[in-house]
C-alpha cells in the first residue's frame, strides 16, 4: 500500500514529518529567506505548530460555511415572515455569551466581540439582499429604542 505523502506512514526509511525525525526539538527542517534576506533555517518545531495553524484555519472554514449555510436560512425565513434583517436584541445576547466564554478561554473578550461584531454584519448585509430579492425593502432593522449592542447606524 502507498502511505499519502505526509503522513509519516511511508514504506522507504526516509521519515517524511520532522515529528517523525529522530532530532530533538532544535531540529531544523528547511530554509527559508531570513529577515536580512539570506537563507535561514526553520527549527523543526515551528513547521509542527504551523501545521497545527493550518489545520485550525481549516476548521474556521468549515465552521464558517456552515454558519452561513445557518444564517442563510434565517434570512430566507425572515424574508418570508417579513421580519428584520438584523435583531439586535438577539446581537446583544449573543455578545454578552461570546465574551464571558472568551474571558473563560483566555481570548481577549473585546477581539471575540469585534470577530462576531464582522460576521453578524456580513449576514445582514446577506439578509438585506435576500430580502430584496424576495420581493421589495425589508422592514427596519430596529427594534427601536435603546436595546443594548444596537448600531444605530445599521
Ligand atoms: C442570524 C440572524 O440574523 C442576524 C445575524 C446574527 C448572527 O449572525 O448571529 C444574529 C442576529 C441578527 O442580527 C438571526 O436573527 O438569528
Redesign the pocket.
Known sequence: MTAAPGTGTGSDDTPDTPDASPQGDDATETQVPGASGEAAEVPAELLEIRRSIDNIDAALVHLLAE?FN??QR??RL?ARHG?P????A??AL?IARLRSLAAGARLDPDFAEKF?QF??EE??RH?RAIAREEGGAAPADAPDGDTPGEDPSR
Open positions: 454558519r445557518n444564517t434565517v434570512g425572515k421580519l434583517p438584523a435583531d439586535p438577539r446581537e449573543q462576531l460576521l453578524v449576514v445582514i439578509h
